[in-house]
């Protein structure tokens, strides 16, 4: 399969504008970033405003919002407010709140920051979802079945959520390993050769070591993999397909901590799906690698529980994953 030279910003479409103009936001500098900052904050009152008064509220112009129009890929103002009504629209239809995204505050009670943490989890697999270029996931897939091997990279946070990832590839029998010290990472891509395959994960696309590493494979031919919640960042810069997460976290998340479910998404979607076309090698290794660590898991009962050392009664039985034994 043939791999384009580059990633294609998206265009704004209907029911999905509010999704790629987070993304956007960091590419956006000025009275532009005015105009997004007014709109993101207040969608509602934004799908309502003429031009005049998004204009006015944003402190900029008429010409300003049409120039910002222009800028994330929508014919005119018209389509603005239409993109923005049609994405409130489906989201109050699922059940959405609006600004669910905002902050728990310090005096919340812990039902309500429950819900507040679903709906916001919720939301952003729901918007990655939609928003996901199935296109390049299908290359990427196809990249990882044909590679010698493949090569993660992250730091911090991230780099838990790859080791995860890279886990379930190793024992499918895909050649990986997971990189979050840039030394070593950067001795790894440096030995990449063409028809291999390095994926990166940074969530704002701006984490100097991870774009290091991910350049590096690039520079040595690698098919480049980048999963951001930024796509207008330098990771983006350095990749052959950019995967991107849809998200938004109240302030007392981190980002990283808040994206990790829709990250966890497109990860499980590639792993299932190069588990699906390599199935008969994938269940085979699968079974070659449950055999070698059943002798680490704890015995059953006849009455169907496991036990622990002395008997100790620990859970119903059951089969767990590896990683979650």
Do not use: K
């Not at 996931?137 to 890279?166: H, K, N, T």
């Amino acid at each position: 399969m043939a791999v384009p030279a580059g990633p294609e910003p998206a265009e704004a479409g209907a029911g999905q504008l509010l999704v790629q103009l987070r993304g956007r936001l960091p590419g956006l500098s000025g009275a532009l970033r005015q105009v997004a900052d007014v709109i993101l904050d207040d969608p509602e009152w934004a799908s309502r405003a003429t031009i005049v008064e998004l204009g006015e509220r944003s402190g900029t112009s008429s010409a300003t919002v049409t120039r910002f129009c222009r800028t994330i890929g929508v014919a005119g103002y018209t389509e603005l407010r239409v993109g923005i009504a049609t994405e409130l629209g489906r989201a109050a239809q699922a059940g959405w709140e609006v600004g669910i995204g905002a902050d728990v505050l310090p005096d919340d009670p812990l039902d309500r920051v429950m819900r507040t943490l679903l709906a916001v989890d919720l939301r952003a697999m729901q918007e990655t979802a939609a928003a996901l270029d199935m296109r390049a996931v299908a290359a990427v897939v196809e990249g990882v079945i044909g590679a010698r091997r493949v090569d993660f990279y992250a730091i911090g946070g991230s780099a838990a959520v790859l080791e995860d990832m890279q886990l379930r590839m190793h024992r499918i029998g895909i050649a990986s390993w997971t990189w979050s010290d840039v030394h070593n990472g950067l001795t790894s891509a440096a030995l990449l050769r063409p028809g291999d395959v390095a994926i990166a994960l940074s969530h704002s696309g701006r984490t100097t070591e991870t774009v290091e590493m991910l350049a590096q494979a690039r520079a040595r031919g690698a098919l480049t993999v980048a999963l951001t919640n930024f796509v207008p960042s330098p990771i983006a810069d350095a990749a052959d397909h950019v995967l991107s997460t849809s998200v938004r976290e109240p302030s007392f998340r981190s980002g990283a901590m808040s994206a990790r479910h829709s990250q966890i998404l497109v990860l499980d979607l590639i792993y299932l799906a190069v588990a699906q076309r390599i199935h008969e090698q994938a269940t085979e290794a699968f079974a070659v690698t449950a055999d070698a660590v059943a002798g680490h898991r704890t015995p059953t009962t006849s009455s169907g529980v496991r036990t622990g050392h002395g008997g100790v009664l620990l859970s119903p039985i059951s089969q767990p994953t590896e990683g979650a034994r």
